[in-house]
């Protein structure tokens, strides 16, 4: 059974700074595209960022880019999302989500979600 669970949300001040964390298992981790997604209230579900199975690249929406991070580390199975400089407009629920190499980033599985509020 694959279970993504995220972790390290809270609240948070405007211009200050959270890591979120996903624990994966029940999947071959390293054969997996990791990718964070967020939910504002009233919205639609957006991309925010997403690693490749390997580690070696990278993507953002440019609305995070230059102040969020993705990472992994795949003996651990973990995926992170450093989230700096926050923004009022960061406030949703964010989603941990796995991508099969090879399935061009069609999103099987996701996590529960953590919610992120930024206070301004």
């Known amino acids: 059974q694959v279970q993504l669970v995220e972790s390290g949300g809270g609240l948070v001040q405007a211009g200050g700074s959270l890591r979120l964390s996903c624990a994966a298992s029940?999947?071959?981790?390293?054969?997996?595209?990791m990718g964070w997604f967020r939910q504002a209230p009233g919205k639609e579900r957006e991309f925010v960022a997403t690693?490749?199975?390997?580690?070696?690249?990278?993507s953002y929406a440019d609305s995070v880019k230059g102040r969020f991070t993705i990472s992994r580390d795949s003996a651990k199975k973990l995926v992170y999302l450093q989230m700096n400089a926050l923004k009022s407009e960061d406030t949703a629920v964010y989603y941990c989500?796995?991508?099969?190499?090879?399935?061009?980033?069609?999103?099987?599985?996701w996590g529960q979600g953590t919610q992120v509020t930024v206070s301004s």
């Open positions: 690693i490749s199975w390997s580690g070696s690249s990278t």
């Open positions: 989500a796995a991508a099969l190499r090879g399935t061009g980033q069609a999103y099987a599985y």
């Open positions: 029940g999947l071959s981790f390293s054969m997996y595209a």
